[in-house]
Protein backbone atom coordinates (compact mmCIF):
# COMPACT_ATOMS: atom_id res chain seq x y z
CA UNK A 1 0.00 0.00 0.00
CA UNK A 2 1.01 3.32 -0.88
CA UNK A 3 4.20 2.43 -2.57
CA UNK A 4 5.88 1.42 0.91
CA UNK A 5 8.14 -1.22 1.48
CA UNK A 6 6.75 -3.92 3.04
CA UNK A 7 8.14 -7.63 4.47
CA UNK A 8 11.05 -8.35 6.76
CA UNK A 9 14.43 -8.28 5.92
CA UNK A 10 17.15 -8.61 8.76
CA UNK A 11 20.01 -6.20 7.24
CA UNK A 12 16.97 -3.92 6.87
CA UNK A 13 15.94 -4.20 10.62
CA UNK A 14 19.68 -4.11 11.69
CA UNK A 15 20.22 -0.96 9.47
CA UNK A 16 17.02 0.44 11.49
CA UNK A 17 18.06 -0.84 14.56
CA UNK A 18 21.63 0.93 14.41
CA UNK A 19 20.63 4.01 12.85
CA UNK A 20 22.87 3.69 10.00
CA UNK A 21 21.43 5.90 7.99
CA UNK A 22 21.33 8.94 10.12
CA UNK A 23 25.28 8.18 10.15
CA UNK A 24 26.10 10.45 6.85
CA UNK A 25 23.66 12.98 7.66
CA UNK A 26 24.88 13.38 11.13
CA UNK A 27 28.36 13.33 10.24
CA UNK A 28 27.72 16.84 8.01
CA UNK A 29 25.74 18.16 11.33
CA UNK A 30 28.45 17.06 13.47
CA UNK A 31 31.14 18.44 11.27
CA UNK A 32 29.58 22.14 11.58
CA UNK A 33 28.69 21.39 15.21
CA UNK A 34 32.77 22.14 15.57
CA UNK A 35 33.40 24.52 12.64
CA UNK A 36 33.37 28.27 13.12
CA UNK A 37 29.85 29.75 14.02
CA UNK A 38 28.36 32.07 11.82
CA UNK A 39 25.34 33.35 13.70
CA UNK A 40 25.49 37.21 13.89
CA UNK A 41 25.38 38.02 17.62
CA UNK A 42 23.03 41.16 17.16
CA UNK A 43 22.82 43.12 19.17
CA UNK A 44 25.69 42.73 21.98
CA UNK A 45 28.53 42.14 19.79
CA UNK A 46 27.74 42.83 16.01
CA UNK A 47 25.56 44.81 13.74
CA UNK A 48 24.84 44.73 10.09
CA UNK A 49 25.39 47.26 8.10
CA UNK A 50 22.97 47.30 4.89
CA UNK A 51 24.14 48.04 1.57
CA UNK A 52 24.05 52.02 0.27
CA UNK A 53 20.60 51.02 -1.80
CA UNK A 54 18.85 50.02 1.56
CA UNK A 55 15.57 51.52 2.16
CA UNK A 56 15.02 52.10 5.84
CA UNK A 57 13.82 55.20 8.21
CA UNK A 58 13.02 58.26 6.42
CA UNK A 59 15.40 61.54 6.79
CA UNK A 60 15.16 65.03 5.21
CA UNK A 61 18.14 66.59 4.05
CA UNK A 62 19.91 69.78 3.91
CA UNK A 63 21.86 71.18 1.66
CA UNK A 64 25.35 72.66 2.26
CA UNK A 65 24.49 75.62 4.04
CA UNK A 66 22.04 73.97 6.48
CA UNK A 67 19.09 75.10 4.50
CA UNK A 68 16.19 72.78 3.86
CA UNK A 69 15.60 71.28 0.81
CA UNK A 70 12.32 70.40 1.28
CA UNK A 71 9.79 73.18 -0.87
CA UNK A 72 6.85 71.32 -0.31
CA UNK A 73 5.70 70.43 -3.43
CA UNK A 74 3.44 67.28 -1.81
CA UNK A 75 4.85 65.05 -4.58
CA UNK A 76 5.88 62.72 -2.17
CA UNK A 77 2.53 62.22 -0.52
CA UNK A 78 0.94 62.06 -3.93
CA UNK A 79 3.24 59.12 -5.01
CA UNK A 80 3.03 57.14 -2.07
CA UNK A 81 0.66 54.24 -2.63
CA UNK A 82 -0.29 54.24 1.08
CA UNK A 83 -1.01 58.02 1.35
CA UNK A 84 1.34 57.63 4.70
CA UNK A 85 3.13 60.89 4.26
CA UNK A 86 1.55 64.62 5.32
CA UNK A 87 3.04 67.55 3.96
CA UNK A 88 1.62 71.00 4.78
CA UNK A 89 3.35 73.76 3.16
CA UNK A 90 3.89 77.44 4.39
CA UNK A 91 5.59 80.46 3.28
CA UNK A 92 8.80 81.00 4.90
CA UNK A 93 11.58 83.72 3.38
CA UNK A 94 13.58 83.88 5.92
CA UNK A 95 16.12 81.52 4.11
CA UNK A 96 14.94 78.24 6.45
CA UNK A 97 14.64 76.72 3.03
CA UNK A 98 16.30 76.82 -0.34
CA UNK A 99 13.02 78.56 -1.17
CA UNK A 100 10.49 80.50 0.12
CA UNK A 101 7.90 77.63 0.52
CA UNK A 102 8.77 75.49 3.16
CA UNK A 103 6.96 72.42 5.23
CA UNK A 104 5.44 73.27 8.18
CA UNK A 105 4.51 70.37 9.03
CA UNK A 106 6.31 66.95 7.27
CA UNK A 107 5.40 63.64 9.06
CA UNK A 108 5.39 59.78 8.03
CA UNK A 109 3.46 57.48 9.41
CA UNK A 110 5.57 54.28 9.50
CA UNK A 111 2.82 51.74 10.33
CA UNK A 112 1.80 52.03 6.68
CA UNK A 113 4.98 52.89 4.87
CA UNK A 114 5.63 50.06 2.86
CA UNK A 115 9.75 51.21 2.47
CA UNK A 116 8.90 51.17 -0.97
CA UNK A 117 10.86 54.62 -1.72
CA UNK A 118 8.76 56.16 -4.41
CA UNK A 119 8.61 59.22 -2.05
CA UNK A 120 12.43 58.93 -2.50
CA UNK A 121 12.20 58.89 -6.63
CA UNK A 122 9.16 61.46 -6.24
CA UNK A 123 10.64 63.97 -4.46
CA UNK A 124 12.55 67.00 -7.38
CA UNK A 125 14.90 68.21 -4.75
CA UNK A 126 15.96 65.09 -3.12
CA UNK A 127 14.94 66.26 -0.03
CA UNK A 128 13.73 63.11 1.55
CA UNK A 129 15.51 59.80 1.21
CA UNK A 130 15.35 56.54 2.69
CA UNK A 131 18.49 55.76 4.98
CA UNK A 132 19.84 52.81 6.37
CA UNK A 133 18.29 53.20 10.29
CA UNK A 134 16.26 50.04 10.00
CA UNK A 135 15.74 49.97 14.31
CA UNK A 136 11.77 51.19 14.29
CA UNK A 137 11.08 48.79 16.90
CA UNK A 138 8.71 50.99 19.74
CA UNK A 139 6.18 50.24 22.34
CA UNK A 140 4.17 53.16 21.61
CA UNK A 141 2.12 54.21 18.58
CA UNK A 142 2.75 57.72 19.49
CA UNK A 143 6.04 57.20 18.06
CA UNK A 144 5.53 55.59 14.93
CA UNK A 145 4.46 58.89 13.20
CA UNK A 146 7.82 60.75 12.74
CA UNK A 147 7.89 64.53 12.18
CA UNK A 148 9.81 66.95 10.17
CA UNK A 149 12.20 68.13 12.90
CA UNK A 150 13.52 63.95 13.88
CA UNK A 151 13.91 63.41 10.61
CA UNK A 152 16.08 66.25 9.73
CA UNK A 153 18.92 65.33 12.54
CA UNK A 154 22.03 64.50 10.12
CA UNK A 155 22.26 60.36 9.44
CA UNK A 156 25.07 58.46 11.77
CA UNK A 157 25.79 56.75 8.67
CA UNK A 158 27.77 58.45 5.71
CA UNK A 159 26.50 58.34 2.36
CA UNK A 160 29.81 57.16 0.82
CA UNK A 161 30.17 54.24 2.81
CA UNK A 162 29.23 51.29 0.76
CA UNK A 163 27.85 48.81 3.63
CA UNK A 164 27.15 45.04 3.45
CA UNK A 165 29.18 44.50 6.37
CA UNK A 166 29.17 43.42 10.35
CA UNK A 167 30.73 45.93 12.59
CA UNK A 168 31.46 45.37 16.13
CA UNK A 169 28.72 46.88 18.44
CA UNK A 170 27.42 47.52 21.78
CA UNK A 171 24.08 47.61 23.37
CA UNK A 172 23.62 50.62 25.48
CA UNK A 173 20.88 50.73 28.08
CA UNK A 174 19.58 53.94 29.70
CA UNK A 175 16.28 55.45 30.77
CA UNK A 176 15.08 56.11 27.48
CA UNK A 177 15.19 52.96 25.83
CA UNK A 178 18.01 50.73 24.46
CA UNK A 179 20.39 51.55 21.88
CA UNK A 180 23.00 49.70 19.73
CA UNK A 181 26.21 51.95 19.20
CA UNK A 182 27.66 50.24 16.25
CA UNK A 183 32.01 51.12 15.95
CA UNK A 184 32.14 51.43 12.00
CA UNK A 185 36.33 51.63 12.02
CA UNK A 186 36.13 47.38 12.90
CA UNK A 187 34.13 45.97 10.45
CA UNK A 188 34.32 42.19 8.93
CA UNK A 189 32.13 40.39 5.61
CA UNK A 190 29.66 38.08 6.60
CA UNK A 191 30.93 34.69 6.64
CA UNK A 192 29.01 32.81 4.54
CA UNK B 1 -7.32 -0.54 0.02
CA UNK B 2 -7.14 0.47 4.19
CA UNK B 3 -5.59 -2.64 5.55
CA UNK B 4 -7.96 -2.86 8.79
CA UNK B 5 -11.48 -1.08 8.10
CA UNK B 6 -13.48 -4.07 8.71
CA UNK B 7 -12.08 -5.05 11.71
CA UNK B 8 -11.86 -1.51 13.40
CA UNK B 9 -14.66 0.62 13.39
CA UNK B 10 -14.03 3.99 15.40
CA UNK B 11 -16.15 6.65 15.40
CA UNK B 12 -15.17 9.26 12.51
CA UNK B 13 -14.38 12.52 14.01
CA UNK B 14 -14.06 16.18 12.83
CA UNK B 15 -10.49 18.10 13.98
CA UNK B 16 -9.47 21.91 13.32
CA UNK B 17 -6.09 21.98 11.85
CA UNK B 18 -4.77 25.62 12.09
CA UNK B 19 -5.04 28.18 11.32
CA UNK B 20 -2.57 28.42 13.76
CA UNK B 21 -0.48 25.39 13.68
CA UNK B 22 2.62 25.33 13.14
CA UNK B 23 2.91 23.04 10.10
CA UNK B 24 0.01 24.45 8.22
CA UNK B 25 2.64 27.45 6.65
CA UNK B 26 1.08 30.56 7.94
CA UNK B 27 -2.83 30.54 8.71
CA UNK B 28 -4.37 27.42 6.53
CA UNK B 29 -7.26 26.36 8.30
CA UNK B 30 -7.72 22.43 7.33
CA UNK B 31 -11.14 20.82 8.77
CA UNK B 32 -10.42 16.85 8.65
CA UNK B 33 -12.73 14.60 9.02
CA UNK B 34 -11.18 11.39 10.10
CA UNK B 35 -11.94 7.91 10.86
CA UNK B 36 -9.69 6.36 13.41
CA UNK B 37 -6.01 8.23 12.07
CA UNK B 38 -7.32 8.18 8.27
CA UNK B 39 -8.40 11.00 6.54
CA UNK B 40 -11.77 10.73 5.44
CA UNK B 41 -12.16 14.30 4.20
CA UNK B 42 -10.07 16.87 3.83
CA UNK B 43 -11.31 20.67 3.37
CA UNK B 44 -8.89 23.76 3.48
CA UNK B 45 -10.95 27.18 4.79
CA UNK B 46 -9.01 29.76 2.98
CA UNK B 47 -8.67 34.05 3.42
CA UNK B 48 -7.56 34.63 6.99
CA UNK B 49 -5.01 36.94 5.40
CA UNK B 50 -7.45 38.44 2.74
CA UNK B 51 -6.56 41.77 2.13
CA UNK B 52 -8.14 42.71 -0.84
CA UNK B 53 -5.22 43.24 -2.69
CA UNK B 54 -7.25 43.15 -6.09
CA UNK B 55 -9.21 45.60 -5.26
CA UNK B 56 -6.46 48.11 -3.99
CA UNK B 57 -5.17 47.57 -7.43
CA UNK B 58 -8.33 49.20 -8.67
CA UNK B 59 -7.28 52.65 -6.41
CA UNK B 60 -3.93 53.50 -7.68
CA UNK B 61 -1.71 54.49 -10.39
CA UNK B 62 -0.16 51.45 -12.42
CA UNK B 63 2.77 51.94 -10.91
CA UNK B 64 2.10 52.24 -7.56
CA UNK B 65 0.94 48.68 -7.45
CA UNK B 66 4.10 46.85 -7.55
CA UNK B 67 5.21 47.42 -4.09
CA UNK B 68 1.61 45.63 -3.40
CA UNK B 69 2.92 42.26 -5.75
CA UNK B 70 5.63 42.22 -2.94
CA UNK B 71 3.71 41.05 -0.69
CA UNK B 72 1.26 38.33 -2.03
CA UNK B 73 4.06 35.49 -2.19
CA UNK B 74 6.53 37.33 -0.38
CA UNK B 75 9.47 34.51 -0.73
CA UNK B 76 10.06 35.28 -3.48
CA UNK B 77 8.79 38.67 -4.48
CA UNK B 78 10.31 39.13 -7.37
CA UNK B 79 8.36 36.87 -9.46
CA UNK B 80 5.01 38.72 -8.37
CA UNK B 81 6.91 41.64 -9.47
CA UNK B 82 7.55 40.56 -12.77
CA UNK B 83 4.69 38.96 -13.57
CA UNK B 84 2.19 42.28 -12.95
CA UNK B 85 4.94 44.83 -14.91
CA UNK B 86 5.20 42.34 -17.56
CA UNK B 87 1.06 42.32 -18.14
CA UNK B 88 1.26 46.41 -17.64
CA UNK B 89 4.01 46.34 -20.47
CA UNK B 90 1.89 43.76 -22.57
CA UNK B 91 -1.21 46.18 -22.46
CA UNK B 92 0.89 49.62 -23.24
CA UNK B 93 2.49 47.33 -25.86
CA UNK B 94 6.43 48.21 -25.19
CA UNK B 95 9.30 46.60 -25.73
CA UNK B 96 12.18 46.78 -22.76
CA UNK B 97 15.52 46.81 -23.54
CA UNK B 98 18.02 43.94 -23.87
CA UNK B 99 20.08 44.77 -20.63
CA UNK B 100 16.85 45.18 -18.52
CA UNK B 101 15.61 41.57 -19.37
CA UNK B 102 19.00 39.74 -18.61
CA UNK B 103 18.68 41.42 -15.59
CA UNK B 104 15.15 40.75 -15.01
CA UNK B 105 16.02 37.12 -15.65
CA UNK B 106 18.54 37.08 -13.06
CA UNK B 107 16.43 38.60 -10.39
CA UNK B 108 13.66 36.03 -10.97
CA UNK B 109 15.87 33.39 -10.92
CA UNK B 110 17.00 34.07 -8.08
CA UNK B 111 13.78 34.54 -6.13
CA UNK B 112 13.21 31.63 -7.41
CA UNK B 113 16.00 29.97 -5.75
CA UNK B 114 15.40 31.91 -2.46
CA UNK B 115 11.61 30.47 -2.68
CA UNK B 116 12.59 26.81 -3.50
CA UNK B 117 15.12 26.95 -0.61
CA UNK B 118 12.32 28.03 1.91
CA UNK B 119 10.30 25.18 0.44
CA UNK B 120 13.07 22.38 1.29
CA UNK B 121 13.63 24.19 5.07
CA UNK B 122 10.35 24.55 5.99
CA UNK B 123 9.30 21.16 4.62
CA UNK B 124 12.19 19.35 6.29
CA UNK B 125 11.45 21.40 9.57
CA UNK B 126 7.41 19.94 9.62
CA UNK B 127 8.81 16.52 9.48
CA UNK B 128 11.17 16.61 12.01
CA UNK B 129 14.78 17.02 9.77
CA UNK B 130 15.00 20.92 11.81
CA UNK B 131 18.97 21.04 10.65
CA UNK B 132 17.87 21.49 7.07
CA UNK B 133 16.01 24.61 7.84
CA UNK B 134 19.21 26.21 9.52
CA UNK B 135 20.81 25.44 6.75
CA UNK B 136 18.53 26.69 3.96
CA UNK B 137 17.93 29.82 5.52
CA UNK B 138 22.00 30.29 5.44
CA UNK B 139 22.09 30.00 1.92
CA UNK B 140 19.05 31.87 1.43
CA UNK B 141 20.88 34.44 3.20
CA UNK B 142 23.33 34.69 0.44
CA UNK B 143 20.42 35.34 -2.08
CA UNK B 144 19.01 38.23 -0.20
CA UNK B 145 22.43 40.02 0.58
CA UNK B 146 21.96 40.05 -3.30
CA UNK B 147 18.85 41.75 -3.18
CA UNK B 148 20.01 43.81 -0.58
CA UNK B 149 22.78 44.95 -2.82
CA UNK B 150 20.57 45.33 -5.94
CA UNK B 151 17.71 46.83 -4.50
CA UNK B 152 17.53 48.40 -1.10
CA UNK B 153 14.97 45.67 0.49
CA UNK B 154 15.40 41.76 1.48
CA UNK B 155 11.86 40.47 1.03
CA UNK B 156 9.84 43.32 0.10
CA UNK B 157 11.77 44.30 -3.05
CA UNK B 158 9.57 46.58 -5.47
CA UNK B 159 12.51 46.12 -7.61
CA UNK B 160 11.04 46.27 -11.27
CA UNK B 161 9.12 49.00 -12.81
CA UNK B 162 7.14 49.39 -15.88
CA UNK B 163 9.81 49.82 -18.32
CA UNK B 164 12.22 48.52 -16.97
CA UNK B 165 14.04 47.92 -13.60
CA UNK B 166 14.67 50.70 -10.83
CA UNK B 167 18.42 50.71 -10.21
CA UNK B 168 20.99 49.28 -12.26
CA UNK B 169 22.87 46.04 -11.94
CA UNK B 170 26.04 46.83 -10.66
CA UNK B 171 29.40 44.69 -10.56
CA UNK B 172 29.28 43.77 -6.90
CA UNK B 173 26.06 42.59 -8.10
CA UNK B 174 27.80 40.53 -10.78
CA UNK B 175 30.74 39.23 -8.42
CA UNK B 176 28.25 38.24 -5.65
CA UNK B 177 26.23 36.23 -7.95
CA UNK B 178 29.00 34.33 -9.14
CA UNK B 179 30.37 33.74 -5.47
CA UNK B 180 26.81 32.47 -5.02
CA UNK B 181 26.69 29.72 -7.69
CA UNK B 182 30.58 28.08 -6.66
CA UNK B 183 28.80 28.23 -2.88
CA UNK B 184 25.25 26.90 -3.65
CA UNK B 185 26.25 23.54 -5.47
CA UNK B 186 28.34 22.22 -2.27
CA UNK B 187 25.77 22.85 -0.24
CA UNK B 188 22.82 22.02 -1.91
CA UNK B 189 24.73 18.03 -2.02
CA UNK B 190 24.69 18.05 1.69
CA UNK B 191 21.16 18.97 2.15
CA UNK B 192 20.81 15.64 -0.35
CA UNK B 193 23.32 13.68 1.49
CA UNK B 194 20.74 14.83 4.77
CA UNK B 195 17.83 14.09 3.56
CA UNK B 196 17.78 11.18 1.24
CA UNK B 197 19.86 9.09 3.68
CA UNK B 198 17.15 10.15 6.27
CA UNK B 199 15.00 6.84 6.17
CA UNK B 200 12.09 8.96 7.79
CA UNK B 201 12.09 11.50 5.68
CA UNK B 202 12.17 9.76 2.48
CA UNK B 203 9.68 7.38 3.59
CA UNK B 204 7.54 9.98 5.12
CA UNK B 205 7.40 11.42 1.44
CA UNK B 206 7.48 8.41 -0.80
CA UNK B 207 4.27 7.23 -1.91
CA UNK B 208 2.35 9.84 0.17
CA UNK B 209 -0.07 12.18 -1.31
CA UNK B 210 0.19 11.05 -5.26
CA UNK B 211 -1.73 12.51 -7.41
CA UNK B 212 -1.96 11.69 -11.32
CA UNK B 213 -0.89 13.56 -13.81
CA UNK B 214 -4.75 13.62 -15.32
CA UNK B 215 -6.52 14.43 -12.04
CA UNK B 216 -3.23 17.49 -11.83
CA UNK B 217 -4.34 19.06 -15.07
CA UNK B 218 -8.26 18.57 -14.18
CA UNK B 219 -7.21 20.85 -10.59
CA UNK B 220 -5.50 23.01 -12.30
CA UNK B 221 -2.26 22.21 -10.39
CA UNK B 222 0.99 24.08 -11.81
CA UNK B 223 4.98 24.22 -11.18
CA UNK B 224 7.29 21.57 -9.61
CA UNK B 225 3.95 19.93 -8.46
CA UNK B 226 2.21 19.48 -11.90
CA UNK B 227 5.87 18.44 -13.34
CA UNK B 228 6.13 15.83 -10.22
CA UNK B 229 3.29 14.15 -11.77
CA UNK B 230 4.62 13.60 -14.88
CA UNK B 231 3.58 16.35 -17.29
CA UNK B 232 6.28 18.44 -18.34
CA UNK B 233 4.68 21.88 -18.70
CA UNK B 234 6.98 24.92 -17.74
CA UNK B 235 5.66 28.54 -19.29
CA UNK B 236 9.42 29.04 -19.43
CA UNK B 237 9.59 26.58 -21.92
CA UNK B 238 6.66 26.16 -23.31
CA UNK B 239 5.70 30.11 -23.94
CA UNK B 240 8.83 31.79 -23.43
CA UNK B 241 8.56 35.59 -21.43
CA UNK B 242 11.60 37.42 -21.46
CA UNK B 243 13.98 35.67 -22.96
CA UNK B 244 14.18 32.16 -21.64
CA UNK B 245 14.18 30.37 -24.76
CA UNK B 246 17.56 31.45 -25.64
CA UNK B 247 18.82 29.79 -22.15
CA UNK B 248 20.09 26.29 -22.32
CA UNK B 249 18.34 24.81 -19.35
CA UNK B 250 16.27 21.57 -18.50
CA UNK B 251 12.28 20.82 -17.08
CA UNK B 252 12.38 17.77 -14.41
CA UNK B 253 9.79 16.17 -14.67
CA UNK B 254 8.65 13.71 -12.36
CA UNK B 255 6.85 9.78 -12.67
CA UNK B 256 5.39 8.87 -9.17
CA UNK B 257 3.65 12.06 -8.68
CA UNK B 258 4.15 12.00 -4.73
CA UNK B 259 5.39 14.29 -2.58
CA UNK B 260 9.25 12.84 -2.80
CA UNK B 261 9.06 13.67 -6.80
CA UNK B 262 7.98 17.28 -5.50
CA UNK B 263 11.08 17.59 -3.71
CA UNK B 264 13.62 15.98 -6.58
CA UNK B 265 12.08 18.54 -8.82
CA UNK B 266 12.28 21.28 -6.21
CA UNK B 267 16.17 20.07 -5.78
CA UNK B 268 16.86 19.96 -10.13
CA UNK B 269 14.84 23.63 -10.50
CA UNK B 270 17.43 25.51 -7.97
CA UNK B 271 20.01 24.01 -10.14
CA UNK B 272 18.85 24.59 -13.35
CA UNK B 273 18.13 28.08 -11.96
CA UNK B 274 22.03 28.27 -11.13
CA UNK B 275 22.62 27.48 -14.67
CA UNK B 276 20.57 29.88 -16.08
CA UNK B 277 21.63 32.64 -13.87
CA UNK B 278 25.53 31.76 -14.99
CA UNK B 279 24.04 32.25 -18.91
CA UNK B 280 22.22 35.33 -18.15
CA UNK B 281 25.37 36.54 -16.58
CA UNK B 282 27.62 35.83 -19.05
CA UNK B 283 25.69 37.48 -21.86
CA UNK B 284 24.77 40.47 -19.57
CA UNK B 285 25.05 43.27 -22.43
CA UNK B 286 26.01 47.22 -21.38
CA UNK B 287 23.88 49.69 -22.17
CA UNK B 288 20.43 51.55 -20.56
CA UNK B 289 18.31 49.77 -18.54
CA UNK B 290 15.11 51.11 -19.21
CA UNK B 291 13.04 52.03 -21.94
CA UNK B 292 13.49 55.69 -23.30
CA UNK B 293 9.73 57.01 -22.52
CA UNK B 294 9.66 59.73 -20.32
CA UNK B 295 6.24 58.96 -19.34
CA UNK B 296 6.38 55.71 -18.65
CA UNK B 297 9.97 56.18 -17.28
CA UNK B 298 10.69 59.47 -15.91
CA UNK B 299 14.43 61.49 -16.31
CA UNK B 300 17.37 60.85 -14.02
CA UNK B 301 17.61 63.04 -10.92
CA UNK B 302 20.35 65.52 -11.48
CA UNK B 303 18.74 65.89 -14.99
CA UNK B 304 14.99 66.49 -13.64
CA UNK B 305 16.10 70.38 -11.84
CA UNK B 306 17.54 71.84 -14.96
CA UNK B 307 15.60 70.71 -17.49
CA UNK B 308 11.85 72.56 -18.00
CA UNK B 309 10.63 69.17 -19.89
CA UNK B 310 11.87 66.86 -17.67
CA UNK B 311 10.70 68.73 -14.75
CA UNK B 312 7.09 68.62 -16.31
CA UNK B 313 7.54 64.58 -17.02
CA UNK B 314 8.25 64.58 -13.61
CA UNK B 315 5.56 65.87 -12.15
CA UNK B 316 3.21 64.52 -14.69
CA UNK B 317 4.30 60.80 -13.74
CA UNK B 318 4.39 61.15 -10.30
CA UNK B 319 1.21 62.89 -9.76
CA UNK B 320 -0.91 61.55 -12.70
CA UNK B 321 0.77 58.05 -13.72
CA UNK B 322 0.53 57.32 -17.16
CA UNK B 323 -2.04 55.98 -19.02
CA UNK B 324 -2.42 53.00 -20.47
CA UNK B 325 -4.44 51.97 -23.34
CA UNK B 326 -8.08 50.53 -23.65
CA UNK B 327 -8.14 46.97 -23.60
CA UNK B 328 -7.64 43.36 -21.28
CA UNK B 329 -4.50 40.97 -21.15
CA UNK B 330 -3.69 37.97 -19.38
CA UNK B 331 -0.12 37.37 -18.97
CA UNK B 332 1.20 34.70 -16.89
CA UNK B 333 4.83 33.62 -16.03
CA UNK B 334 6.31 30.34 -14.13
CA UNK B 335 6.43 31.59 -10.30
CA UNK B 336 8.52 29.25 -7.96
CA UNK B 337 4.72 27.75 -7.01
CA UNK B 338 3.37 27.72 -10.38
CA UNK B 339 1.85 29.56 -12.80
CA UNK B 340 1.34 33.23 -11.62
CA UNK B 341 -1.12 35.02 -13.80
CA UNK B 342 -2.14 38.84 -13.93
CA UNK B 343 -5.36 39.80 -16.00
CA UNK B 344 -5.75 43.42 -16.65
CA UNK B 345 -9.00 45.24 -17.70
CA UNK B 346 -8.26 48.73 -18.76
CA UNK B 347 -10.55 51.44 -19.43
CA UNK B 348 -7.79 53.52 -20.90
CA UNK B 349 -7.22 55.55 -18.01
CA UNK B 350 -4.23 55.65 -15.21
CA UNK B 351 -5.76 53.14 -13.08
CA UNK B 352 -6.60 49.27 -13.70
CA UNK B 353 -10.60 48.98 -14.30
CA UNK B 354 -10.45 45.67 -12.90
CA UNK B 355 -7.45 43.64 -12.14
CA UNK B 356 -7.06 39.73 -11.22
CA UNK B 357 -4.32 37.51 -10.13
CA UNK B 358 -4.49 34.05 -11.15
CA UNK B 359 -2.23 32.85 -7.83
CA UNK B 360 -0.45 29.61 -7.66
CA UNK B 361 -1.09 28.49 -4.24
CA UNK B 362 -4.64 28.92 -4.45
CA UNK B 363 -5.07 26.67 -7.07
CA UNK B 364 -2.92 24.19 -5.83
CA UNK B 365 -4.22 24.15 -2.35
CA UNK B 366 -7.40 22.87 -3.67
CA UNK B 367 -5.56 19.89 -4.40
CA UNK B 368 -5.04 18.68 -0.40
CA UNK B 369 -8.40 17.26 -0.89
CA UNK B 370 -7.40 14.40 -3.31
CA UNK B 371 -3.69 13.77 -1.98
CA UNK B 372 -4.89 13.54 0.98
CA UNK B 373 -7.53 10.92 0.97
CA UNK B 374 -7.31 7.90 2.77
CA UNK B 375 -3.96 8.76 4.09
CA UNK B 376 -3.01 9.19 7.51
CA UNK B 377 -3.02 12.53 9.50
CA UNK B 378 1.16 12.56 9.80
CA UNK B 379 0.70 12.37 5.98
CA UNK B 380 -1.20 15.82 5.56
CA UNK B 381 1.38 17.77 6.98
CA UNK B 382 4.18 16.15 4.26
CA UNK B 383 1.46 16.87 1.67
CA UNK B 384 0.89 20.67 2.75
CA UNK B 385 4.54 21.10 2.36
CA UNK B 386 5.03 19.69 -0.53
CA UNK B 387 2.67 22.08 -2.35
CA UNK B 388 4.25 24.98 -0.52
CA UNK B 389 1.23 27.52 -0.33
CA UNK B 390 1.77 30.67 0.58
CA UNK B 391 -0.58 32.40 2.11
CA UNK B 392 -0.03 36.30 1.40
CA UNK B 393 -0.49 34.75 -2.31
CA UNK B 394 -3.27 32.49 -1.47
CA UNK B 395 -5.61 34.91 0.56
CA UNK B 396 -4.60 37.85 -1.78
S1 LIG C 1 8.53 54.48 1.29
FE1 LIG C 1 6.72 54.20 0.03
S2 LIG C 1 5.06 53.81 1.46
FE2 LIG C 1 6.76 54.67 2.65
S3 LIG C 1 6.38 56.85 2.72
FE3 LIG C 1 7.69 56.51 0.96
S4 LIG C 1 6.29 56.24 -0.76
FE4 LIG C 1 5.08 56.02 1.11
S1 LIG D 1 10.13 66.00 0.53
FE1 LIG D 1 10.52 66.42 -1.62
S2 LIG D 1 8.68 65.69 -2.66
FE2 LIG D 1 8.15 65.83 -0.51
S3 LIG D 1 7.25 67.86 -0.29
FE3 LIG D 1 9.44 68.06 0.18
S4 LIG D 1 10.38 68.64 -1.76
FE4 LIG D 1 8.33 67.87 -2.25
Given at each position: MNGRTKGFNLLELIKKVVFTDFVKGLSITLGYNVSRSITQRYPDEEKWIPYRRWRGLHYLNRDAEG???????ELCSKACPTQCITVVPMED????????RVAKVWKVDLVR????GYCEDACPTRAVRLGR???????????TVRRREELLVPQ??????EGGVLVKSRLVRTPEGIKVEPDLRRHKKRSL | MNERDDIIATQGITIHMG?????????LHLVLDLQGEKIVRAEPDIG????GTEKIAENLLYHQFVPYTDRLDYMCAMSNNLAYVQAVEKLLGIEITERAKHIRVIAAELSRIAGHLMAIGAWALDLGAMSILLYAVREREIVLDIFEMLC????????????????DFTDGCKEACEKMLEILPGRISEYERILLGNRVWVDRNRGVGVISAEEAINLGLSGPALRA?????DIRKD???????RFDFDVPVGTNGDCFDRYVIRIEEIKQSMRIIRQALRD??????????PELVPPPKPDVYNNMENLIHHFKYVSHGFKVPKGEVYSSIEAPKGELGVYIVSD?????YRLKLRVPSFHNLQTVRHMS??????DVVAIISSLDPVFGECDK
Open positions: RELCVACDSGRGIADCLYCEYETACTDLASALAENI | PQHPSTHGVYLHRGARMTLSYLRVGGVRYSGVKWEPYLIYDLPEGPFNVDMGSEKPKGMYLA
